[in-house]
């Protein structure tokens, strides 16, 4: 399939045909034929071709005309005023010479009286301040705050290395072997091949393109495996596990292994990423026990359901503690909105089998019988508690997402507010 692109023009070769590149970018690049181009056509010239781009390489087709811009007729002139422009000036009063303090005999009585209401009686005592007084707050200690984990982004430096010294016409091949593999390769030479079957041109030589392709694949798994490598080791600290893991076990593919030039990296990240699992246990138990100190019950079950290895067993003592507190939260006089939070949390927690409901609430709402009915899959001894029966091979609910809190829409402007002087709040 064949599509427009923009191309600059290299070289003339002297014998009819002329040497190109992509504009403004080295590849893709070239020999198009002299006989589409124009008589005035020189070096360093930009054009818009239709190419057509199959395993082989680009073969341009022909020259696509653009159409010139036309200029609009019957254009309006602005004739200005001939009114002289008068600029407006402005000047603030001094407020240091003109101005002096109040003194007590000048201030003028009130209305109603010397006396102001509501702070002094008949006989001139204090009668105390009619504001009302803020409540004193005890602020919960601070949680311990951890730095933010670093996705992985590589770069493609080992990678382009590869591609740029291949010919041109090999790189397609390369691309398409890395996406996709061999099975891939062989796949796009069979559609092409059927196409060109069609149309009754001679066919692609399919053994060829997938040998070119068994032997090019090793040197490309090994440089994006060095690309994600070395991105790794430059965010160690901050990387998150996820990540690394995938970099560390990407280590073992049979083509990186064979590569001498990634062992010592690979022993590297392997070390690393044993160290940080072990910061990364100790922090996060550190965590749940600050949570439940605070007394912060929410936190602690979500923390405890995001631990940093999968499989790794939960502390029994910590995890009786932790249940212990989560039971004592749904406790009869708890708000609806809050057994429903804690009950969501308990479902995804470790200790989710170890938490028990002693009555239900009176009068329970119709979100927390909602909530139960979700979760029983989860916590089936809670729901037994409302009366509600898990059938057989029930799906396991997913964690609910957060939503997005919904925006005050602007109130249009009236009669009595003019539109004109109405605050914008978009601003």
């Not at 395993?55 to 811009?69: Q, W, Y």
Request: charged share 30%; aromatic share 2%; with cysteine.
């Amino acid at each position: 399939m064949s599509k427009r692109i923009d191309i600059e023009l290299t070289s003339n070769r002297g014998d009819g045909t002329w040497t190109w590149r992509a504009a403004g970018a080295k590849t893709p690049k070239g020999t198009l034929n002299g006989s589409i181009l124009d008589a005035n056509a020189k070096t360093g010239d930009t054009i818009k071709v239709e190419a057509e781009f199959d395993l082989d390489g680009v073969e341009i087709l022909s020259v696509v005309k653009t159409k010139e811009k036309s200029v609009r007729g019957n254009l309006l002139q602005i004739i200005g005023s001939e009114k002289e422009f008068q600029p407006v000036t402005q000047k603030l009063a001094d407020k240091s010479k003109d101005r002096k303090p109040r003194k007590d005999g000048d201030r003028k009585p009130r209305r109603d009286g010397d006396k102001r209401p509501g702070r002094d009686g008949a006989d001139g005592e204090k009668t105390g301040d009619r504001r009302p007084r803020r409540q004193s707050f005890t602020a919960p200690p601070e949680l311990p705050k951890r730095p933010t984990a670093k996705r992985l982004k590589p770069k493609r430096v080992h990678r382009a290395a590869v591609l740029d010294a291949l010919p041109v016409e090999q790189r397609a091949v390369a691309e398409r072997a890395l996406t996709g593999g061999i099975k891939a390769v062989r796949d796009a030479v069979k559609e092409q091949n059927d196409q060109l079957k069609k149309e009754g041109k001679p066919l692609v030589p399919a053994d060829g393109l997938i040998s070119m392709a068994q032997e090019l694949l090793p040197k490309l798994r090994v440089a994006e495996w060095l690309d994600k490598a070395e991105a790794a080791k430059a965010e160690i600290e901050l990387l998150d596990l996820r990540d690394l893991r995938q970099v560390v076990v990407g280590a073992d593919d049979p083509m990186v292994v064979r590569d001498e030039t990634t062992r010592t990296l690979a022993a590297e990240l392997k070390a690393a990423l044993k160290t940080r699992q072990e910061s990364e246990q100790a922090q996060w138990l550190e965590d749940i026990k600050s949570a439940i100190a605070a007394p912060r019950v929410i936190r602690a079950l979500k923390i405890s359901s995001e631990p940093p290895k999968a499989g790794q067993p939960f502390p029994a003592d910590l995890g009786a503690q932790l249940a212990a507190v989560a039971s004592t939260s749904l406790a009869s006089e708890t708000s609806p909105d809050r057994f429903c939070a804690v009950l969501e949390a308990i479902a995804f927690s470790p200790v989710r089998g170890q938490v028990k409901l002693a009555v239900v609430p009176p009068n329970p709402s119709e979100a927390v019988l909602a909530t139960v009915k979700r979760v029983a899959p989860l916590v089936p001894q809670i729901a037994a508690v409302f009366g509600v029966t898990v059938a057989p091979g029930a799906p396991t609910p997913r964690p609910l997402r957060p939503t997005r809190p919904v925006r005050p829409k602007a109130k249009p402007a009236t009669a009595t507010t003019p539109a004109a002087t109405t605050p914008s709040t978009s601003a």
